[in-house]
Every structure is written in structure tokens, then in C-alpha cells.
């Protein structure tokens, strides 16, 4: 069954950086666009990237713009989110997600905490 796991979560000072991954399986990953989301206490889950099946087309929420970078590795079944200049307002579980058969998956979240 279709399975994501997210890692590389982590404490960090403002201005550092940090790289998640998300581990696929389950599927043919090279086929599905992945997305990233973050979930902050008290608000909604909100997008915060997105990688096309082959990687040749990323969106980015704006307030991660020019800070955040998604990428993926088909060859691995992995999608990455490299995160510069982390600010505190950048706290948050991140998810990976993507829809296959027309059911949206999540992965089970991991804890991006930035904190002087």
C-alpha cells in the first residue's frame, strides 16, 4: 500500500538550514506530482511546495520563496525540501502528500522547530 515517510525534521537557530526528506512506496512514484505542507499549533495545514511527476515544474507558497527548494530523486522514490534561512515563523510539523487513485496520502509528519 501506498506508504510516505517524512524525516529530517529538527530544533535549529534562525538563519540555519535544514533538509527533509519523504520516503515513497506503494507506488509508481515517477508518475506523481509530490507536495510539501506544514501545520503550525493552532492554524490550518497550509501548502508550502510542489514537484511535478518529473521535477521540471515547482510552486512555492510565498512566504517560502527564494528560502525553500523542493526536489525529488525518482530513482529512490524520495522528495526533499531544502530549507535556508529558517525563521521562527517557519515552525511547524511538514507533511509530504500526493493523490493516487484519486486518494490523497499522508505521510505521518515530522517537527521543524526554529528557535533562538
Known amino acids: 500500500q501506498v506508504q510516505l515517510v517524512e524525516s529530517g525534521g529538527g530544533l535549529v537557530q534562525p538563519g540555519e538550514s535544514l533538509r527533509l526528506s519523504c520516503a515513497a512506496s506503494?507506488?509508481?512514484?515517477?508518475?506523481?506530482?509530490m507536495k510539501w505542507y506544514r501545520q503550525a499549533p493552532g492554524k490550518e495545514r497550509e501548502l508550502v511546495a510542489s514537484i511535478s511527476s518529473a521535477g521540471g515544474m515547482t510552486n512555492y507558497a510565498d512566504s517560502v520563496k527564494g528560502r525553500f527548494t523542493i526536489s525529488r530523486d525518482n530513482a529512490k522514490s524520495t522528495v526533499y525540501l531544502q530549507m535556508n534561512s529558517l525563521k521562527p515563523e517557519d515552525t511547524a510539523v511538514y507533511y509530504c502528500t500526493s493523490v493516487v487513485a484519486n486518494r490523497r496520502y499522508w505521510g505521518q509528519g515530522t517537527q521543524v522547530t526554529v528557535s533562538s
Open positions: 506503494g507506488f509508481i512514484f515517477s508518475s506523481y506530482a
